[in-house]
């Protein structure tokens, strides 16, 4: 048996709310998908205004991020370079819109980030990241507070 | 021209808190939808442990409620049921009879629909009444 670790409830309203924060008024209405390492999705929000083109492309790219392990935009350089289409993959769901964020934990794929609707994909790519450095940060500060403080050499040995 | 009053993200997030607070821990991991007039979601939560079925399926009561104009048991008893049709008469995947969806009605007019999934359907239902209790909706 094994052990995987999923983004919650919490980390996905945590990197929503660093997306919305970091949203600037010239930016169009947002529409923000957080899943799980499934591809399935845990929140989601719809800002006034933002259209149902956006609450799919968000989808789509939050899931594309999580299934494929790769960020949309990294995505759609490699498949051009391999001369390759998104049909290669026969999967309807998958998008190479830039703006899906994959969320790793430990090296591991533990969710996917999409947002759409901010006018452009650079820029929608542009506040997904938001939302994961948001999640980066509490990693950081959940390791820190695990964290020996003392010097390596003070610390006690212990058994393997 | 004319102008269409709409459900917004703000009365979304009023029922969101109302229904996270009225949870008990007797409550299975539950999902949320609530989706404007044309069934588009505005808000989709589901809890850490929730199958992802619970999900698609709140989402899909949301969309018929918000669709009809009907909460789904409603349209279950009175349209389906009693007039012996099935769910295939409506032509529509997205449409569900499940009990737990809800339309929300603002002044008389259909804004959206409000749905959960995750327990037994009343109890789905009971939790999306107090959803739309905090938009200050009708039902």
Sequence with gaps: MIQQLFVGLDDACTAVKAILDASRPSDGPLCISVVDGAGNPVYEVRQDGASAVDVRNAERKAYTAAYIGRDTSMWRLQILHDGRTVADWSNPNMTTIHGGWTLRRASQVIGGLGVSGSGSEDRDEQLALRGAEALAALAVAEWRSKRDPRPIRDRQETAP | ?139
């Design chain 2, 1 to 139: 021209m004319f102008q269409e009053l709409r459900l917004g993200l703000a009365e979304a997030e009023r029922a969101r808190d109302a229904i996270l607070a009225a949870l008990t821990p007797n409550d299975s991991p539950a999902a949320l939808a609530i989706a404007d007039e044309h069934g588009v979601p505005i808000l989709l939560l589901r809890q850490d442990g929730a199958p992802a079925r619970m999900l698609s399926r709140a989402r899909a009561k949301a969309y018929t409620s918000a669709n009809l104009g009907l909460d789904t048991v409603e349209f279950r008893d009175r349209h389906v049921k009693a007039r012996q049709r099935t769910l295939n008469d409506w032509g529509d995947p997205m449409m569900t009879t499940l009990q737990g969806g809800l339309a929300i009605r603002v002044d008389g007019k259909v804004v959206g629909g409000i749905a959960m999934s995750g327990n037994t359907t009343n109890r789905d239902e009971a939790l999306a009444r107090i959803g739309l209790e905090a938009i200050g909706a009708e039902g």
